[in-house]
Nanobody
Framework: QVQLVESGGGLVQPGGSLRLSCAVS????????IGWFRQAPGKEREGVSC???????????????GRFTISRDNAKNTVYLQMNDLKPEDTAVYWCASRRYYC?????????WGQGTQVTVSS
């Protein structure tokens, strides 16, 4: 019954913004860290950002630091990824994923994954 559902992807011009949402069901978000990952064509999956449940610590890949912001609303069981100043190299499928309490930079350590949402940055 655990489910993560991403939404908010789409087509945006360089310099534009999108906000991705990860709606969680089947478990209480209070007890889990949520990470965002992405994979572009021909490239390996990479960690983008994560928010830890224990203390709310956040983490960002160097490539998105200063442009992306992760946040969570435990009452809504939803995690958001605000993406600003988007660049063509941000084009990828984005997933949210969950693991117990603490963030990890390794996707293999996340137990549950959403279906992914496509983000395309192009003029």
């Amino acid at each position: 019954q655990v489910q993560l559902v991403e939404s908010g992807g789409g087509l945006v011009q360089p310099g534009g913004s999108l906000r991705l949402s990860c709606a969680v069901s089947g478990f209480t978000l209070d007890y889990y860290a949520i990470g965002w990952f992405r994979q572009a064509p021909g490239k390996e999956r990479e960690g983008v950002s994560c928010v830890s449940t224990n203390d709310g610590s956040t983490y960002y890949a160097d490539s998105v630091k200063g442009r992306f912001t992760i946040s969570r609303d435990n009452a809504k069981n939803t995690v958001y990824l605000q993406m600003n100043d988007l660049k063509p190299e941000d084009t990828a499928v984005y997933w949210c994923a969950s693991r117990r309490y603490y963030c990890s930079g390794y996707g293999s350590r996340y137990e549950y994954w959403g279906q992914g949402t496509q983000v395309t940055v192009s003029s």
